[in-house]
């Protein structure tokens, strides 16, 4: 007979739950927290499900030792938590909430229970103080590293109240109007809506609003991203002019369009004196004119250059370019996506400059040649493999150049078969003539790059304060979070730039680069290599199965190569810094930059078991679903995705995104703080609604004005935000009717007013897809 020191003169079943569930969560920490033990990692989880299968014990015999078992453990848990996290809520929540939840199980178990009286006021109030501990991080607001005082802005000028280009005039997604500002914000509202729909021309198909609108001479143009071009009223949102612009069925492995290009034709020019140039997926250079959507007919063939020309036999959808031209001094510079991760044979990453009047092709850029870029004779084909350039570029009509963010050779994650000529251009921003097409300087962000850290980003031009004076610089913002300032006439750093050893190769064949380089003369918003205890989930059971995983991995920090042990990346293909790039606040001397903080988790497999898997190149890679990459040509296929917890969220410990602002005369951060928060965030894939700020994965730019905001979408919740720049509080946030994965551009209309317009596409966090454009004022009806 099982001796009881009292009992309970009521709800004896709260008790049995009790000791149910303490059993069940005993054995769920103390199994695999004794495995955790053996790779090295934490004793923690064995002792506290040694501690809770105990009470779960003394629960049976309604020991009121239970209750002083609970405390004493809640009280181990919380300096645990402390040390190990820090005060930091999301920390403490995996490590401390559900311990609080049983603790208040077992004060309402033992409610009645003879002699419970002092230890449950022991257990009550510690798990009073747990609980307060825990969320008192949620109140506060921005982090602020610096003092906030800052310059005021430049006056406006005349001629900036447009936005005639991607990104802006220098690229750095600034505009000096001012009418919207920290104190007019809240009358901020919705002016008009325009659906630029999301199928293709032969209706089946869909593809996501990747777009990032311009407006110049009057209208605001985009495109879709089966290449259906478009005008609007600025004012009104009423579509002038709509043109189908594919020549081809709807062909293109990644369907995208990011934008157009303005160009106003030299005098004289009988057709087309403004005109717009975009790629299309069918792979054409083309030119519409930019007041009628009319075809340039003087241009290439009918209005489209062949981009296919010099290629060779090529896969269906394997390339085309998915970014517009950029025109420097009437060259049209362009490049295209290549297929990752499917072979060693992909098509050439070539980059090309035309003539933007009549479309004829000036130069081409081979990176296995680069000392021939005159045209190639008819017939020539372009070397295969070869870094590409799918993103935007920048240009520099003074100083005749045109800046290229290179990826690198195919595929992404082997790089033991590339030849130095690959490896030579690979993740490099490239400086190029735009006359000769001739090599003018480069700088190399990641050696022999083996983590698909390609130059996403469209590098930003600025007059970088050096002492007392400044110089024409360029920023590149990478995947790996780091922001070198190069000189734009040399490419020599301004920042101190360093090399770091780098972890050795685990697969057979691999060649790492020995040193990487690390921009150490500029803040970074990285927030340093992961650890055991930076893994996270949302209970302690998955928090448990990150730790575990992570343990069962090889990682010795950023640039730790892949091999048949699974490997962390961090950061991951999203990146650190992806296309949204940074902004730049000429007026004040501020970089605005929004990050990710995600890592992936990857391993190569034989060549058997690919074959077993039937993981082989796909001719087209719309059949072709990740996480998962043939390799062909490698000894290797891979498979690789998101480092994610049993309940399928992110292993490491938020916040997944942030925005900060940098002062770049003191190259000291002004204010950082987490970008987003978790409404559309959950378990398994749930979007819970729950608006705590969490800092949520986010692709797409910020917009800097002069009136002292940051604008930026961007964020898987599916909300635009104003934040003051001085100070990084947010003031002003709406919903949008999808994610606005994009760039915000800001103009002043013909009625006075500052409009700010964001695309709001969905889709890139695969989130619900839309295709709404969404333009906002002050006064606007809401």
Known sequence: ??????????????????????????????????????????????????????????????????????????????????????????????????????????????????????????????????????????????????????????????????????????????????????????????????????????????????????????????????????????????????????????????????????????????????????GTIDNHLIALDAKTGAFCRSFGDGGRADLLTGLGKIPQGWTHPTSPPTIVNGTAVIGAYVVDNQSTEVPPGVIRGYDAVTGRLKWAFDAAKPDATQPPAPGTIYTHSTPNAWTVFSGDDRLNLVFVPMGNGSPD???????????????????????????????????????????????????????????????????TEQLFVLDRQTGKPLTQVEERRAPPASATGERPSPTQPYSVGMPSPFRGDLTEGTMWGLTPFDQLSCRIAFRRSVYGGMYTPMGMTPTIRYPGELGGIDWGSVSIDAGRGLLIVNSNHLADRDQFISREQADREGLVPKVDPRGHSAPGGAMAGTPYAVHWGPFLSALGVPCQQPPFGEISAIDLKTRRTVWTRPLGDARASGPFGLRLGLPIVLGAPNIGGTLATGGGLVFVAATQDEMFRAFDVHTGKLVWQTRLPAGGHATPLSYRGRDGHQYVVIPAGGGSLKDPQGDAIVAFRLDAKK
């Open 1 to 278: 007979m099982i001796r009881q020191e009292g009992a309970p003169r009521g709800r004896p079943w709260l008790i049995w739950i009790g000791v149910l569930l303490f059993a069940l969560s005993g054995a769920a920490l103390a199994v695999p927290g004794l495995w955790l033990l053996t790779l090295g990692g934490s004793a923690y989880y064995l002792l506290a499900g040694a501690a809770l299968l105990a009470c779960a014990v003394l629960m049976v015999r309604r020991r009121v030792a239970a209750l002083w078992l609970m405390a004493a453990l809640l009280a181990a848990s919380l300096g645990w938590a402390l040390y190990e996290g820090g005060f930091n809520f999301w920390a403490l929540m995996p490590r401390l909430a559900f311990l609080i939840g049983l603790a208040i199980l077992l004060l309402l178990a033992f409610r009645n229970v003879r002699r419970s009286g002092a230890p449950r006021l022991v257990l009550g109030t510690i798990a009073a103080i747990s609980l307060v501990v825990l969320l008192a991080p949620l109140i506060g607001g921005a982090h602020i590293d610096g003092s906030g005082v800052l310059p005021r802005p430049n006056a406006t000028a005349s001629g900036d109240l447009d936005w005639p280009s991607y990104g802006n005039r220098a690229a750095n997604r600034y505009t000096p109007l001012a009418e919207i500002n920290p104190a007019s914000v809240g009358r901020l509202g919705e002016a008009w809506v325009y659906h630029s729909g999301l199928r293709s021309p032969d209706g089946k198909r869909r593809g996501g609003l990747q777009l990032n609108p311009i407006m110049a001479d009057g209208l605001v143009y985009g495109c879709t991203a089966f290449n259906r071009i478009f005008a609007l009223d600025p004012v009104t949102g009423r579509q002038v002019w709509r043109r189908d612009t594919l020549n081809r069925d709807s062909s293109g492995g990644h369907p995208a369009c990011r934008g157009v290009t303005f160009f106003r034709a030299p005098v004289g020019t009988a057709e087309c004196s403004t005109r717009i140039l975009a």
């Open 413 to 479: 994650f082997f790089g033991g078969k590339r030849p130095a000529s690959t490896d030579r251009f690979s993740t490099s921003l490239v400086a190029i003539d735009v006359t000769t097409g001739a090599v003018r300087w480069t700088f190399q962000a990641v050696h022999h790059d083996l983590w698909d850290y390609d130059l996403a980003a469209q590098p930003a031009l600025v007059d970088f304060p050096v002492g007392d004076r400044t110089v024409p610089a360029i920023i590149l913002a990478t995947k």
